[in-house]
């Protein structure tokens, strides 16, 4: 009769010897961040949405809005993709962070 729970044992051990090293590689990889463009108010995506990089409007920017991700300066938004906002700017799709 085989036992196959240490074939088992063996493979997880394994298997976890190899991703201790990858993923600590991974986390050191550069953050391209900081090398992506800001996004155009003139790009087509941005103007469909009313995007404005200074807003006029008292606490609703894009550091407020709940699809924000980011620091003071600029930060991620899901509706433009490959590309940074401003945090002081605005689009139509503003959500308040709950």
Not at 24 to 52: F, K
Not at 54 to 76: S, V
Request: glycine content about 8%; overall charge negative.
């Amino acid at each position: 009769m085989i036992n196959n729970n240490r074939r088992k044992f063996v493979t997880f051990v394994g298997a976890g010897a190899v991703a201790v090293p990858v993923s600590a590689l991974i986390g050191t990889l550069p953050s391209h961040a900081a090398d992506m463009e800001m996004v155009n108010p003139e790009d087509p995506t941005a103007a469909a949405l009313q995007y404005v990089v200074e807003t006029e409007m008292e606490g609703k920017n894009c550091m407020t809005c709940a699809l924000y991700n980011g620091d003071e300066e600029a930060g991620m938004c899901p509706l433009f993709q490959g590309k940074k906002v401003h945090a002081t700017a605005w689009c139509s799709a503003y959500a308040p962070k709950a």
